[in-house]
């Protein structure tokens, strides 16, 4: 059963900074690019951030570029988003995903003000 699930949201004040992590299980996850949407009230779903099976290339939104950094653990089947300098327009509720096979998680809250 493919499985993600994602932990470490919360509330910060502007110019905070918040790690979330996400947990994959029922793939075989080096195999897969694995990636970090969110979605505001109101607002579609944004890709923020995409890492290689590998975790050799990354890619990002221009929203978020310089700011957050997905990395990936592929011995304990782990992605991260490492958020910096976040802003009151990052909060949303934030989504791992396995974009090959569609699974996404319940997703975590993130919520920036002071």
């Known amino acids: 059963q493919v499985q993600v699930v994602e932990s470490g949201g919360g509330l910060v004040q502007p110019g905070g900074s918040l790690r979330l992590s996400c947990a994959a299980s029922?793939?075989?996850?080096?195999?897969?690019?694995m990636s970090w949407s969110r979605q505001a009230p109101g607002k579609e779903r944004e890709v923020v951030a995409v890492?290689?099976?590998?975790?050799?290339?990354?890619n990002y939104a221009d929203s978020v570029r310089g700011r957050f950094t997905i990395s990936r653990d592929n011995t304990r089947n782990m992605v991260y988003l490492q958020m910096d300098s976040l802003k009151p327009e990052d909060s949303a509720i934030y989504y791992c995903?396995?974009?090959?096979?569609?699974?996404w998680g319940q997703g975590t809250q993130v919520t920036v003000s002071s």
């Open positions: 995903s396995n974009p090959s096979l569609g699974s």
């Open positions: 890492i290689s099976a590998l975790g050799t290339n990354t």
């Open positions: 029922g793939f075989i996850f080096s195999q897969y690019v």
